[in-house]
Every structure is written in structure tokens, then in C-alpha cells.
């Protein structure tokens, strides 16, 4: 009975541990780090839709901002690639970067696509090539000086 049960446990801590965002950081304000990431995405094709900032209420009550953004990004050909593949996947579009404000600068994480990948096997090469792109981008914000 025992063996089992930390079987499951086991795949499911591998599956956990393998599973994770697609990050970058580097040194610099969030505005900076807003147009470093615009011209990576431009690179690749993608455009910045929206900038979604957290808390902005709270700002506005006088707490301190918590340094952190929502930025949509994505390109047309993502939704027939999603029709194509899945209409679901279309909950994902514009694809979400969150950016953190740290000691040390800005980290940018994408959305964990392994986790749709996992709930939809036949839609797993469109989520792979859109996880690629966005480690690209992150690799180029990362490069721009």
C-alpha cells in the first residue's frame, strides 16, 4: 500500500519540480526594463499590448507600490495557432510576463505553459514553441544593454 502511494508522490514532485516559468533578470528600473523588453519583443515579432500595474488602488490610497506589473504580450498568428490546435489555448492569449521590482533590478517570469501542456497533450507542440519564443525574448532582454 505504501509503495504506491509514494510512487504517485514521487511523479508528482518530479513533475513539480521540472514544471516552472520561463525567467529573466537584470539591473534597472521598471520603465527601463519595459522598453529593454519592447524591443525584444519587437525582435521576435511580438508586440506589448498592455501593462497592467498591481495595486494601483492601493497606490492611490498612499501604500507603497509593490513593484509589480502585468505586461500582455503576443502576435496575431498565436490565435489561428491556438484555433488550430485547441480553441481553449485562446484563454491564454495575450500571453501574460509578470515583472517583479527587486533589490537587484527586475525579474520577468512568463506563465507556467507546462501545466497546460500537461491538460492538453494535443496542443502541447503550440504551447512548447510559444514557451521557446518567450525564452528568447526573456534571453534577448537579458542581453540588451
Do not use: C
Not at 504517485?8 to 513533475?15: E, G, P, S
Not at 525582435?43 to 501593462?51: E, P, R
Not at 505586461?71 to 491564454?92: C, R, Y
Amino acid at each position: 500500500m505504501k509503495t504506491p502511494i509514494f510512487a504517485l508522490a514521487l511523479i508528482v514532485a518530479t513533475a513539480q519540480a521540472v514544471a516552472s516559468p520561463v525567467s529573466a533578470s537584470k539591473a534597472g528600473s521598471m520603465q527601463s526594463a519595459l522598453d529593454d523588453l519592447s524591443l525584444a519583443l519587437i525582435d521576435h515579432g511580438y508586440q506589448l499590448v498592455k501593462v497592467q500595474p498591481i495595486d494601483n488602488a492601493l497606490v492611490k490610497r498612499g501604500y507603497a507600490d509593490p513593484g509589480i506589473r502585468i505586461a500582455f504580450v503576443g502576435k496575431e498568428e498565436q490565435i489561428q495557432q491556438a484555433l488550430a490546435a485547441d480553441p481553449a489555448l485562446l484563454n491564454l492569449l495575450p500571453l501574460r510576463l509578470t515583472m517583479e521590482k527587486g533589490a537587484d533590478g527586475i525579474r520577468i517570469s512568463s506563465d507556467d505553459l507546462a501545466q497546460w501542456r500537461e491538460r492538453m497533450p494535443s496542443a502541447g507542440p503550440v504551447l512548447q514553441k510559444w514557451e521557446d519564443e518567450l525564452a528568447a525574448i526573456l534571453s534577448d532582454y537579458r542581453s540588451i544593454e
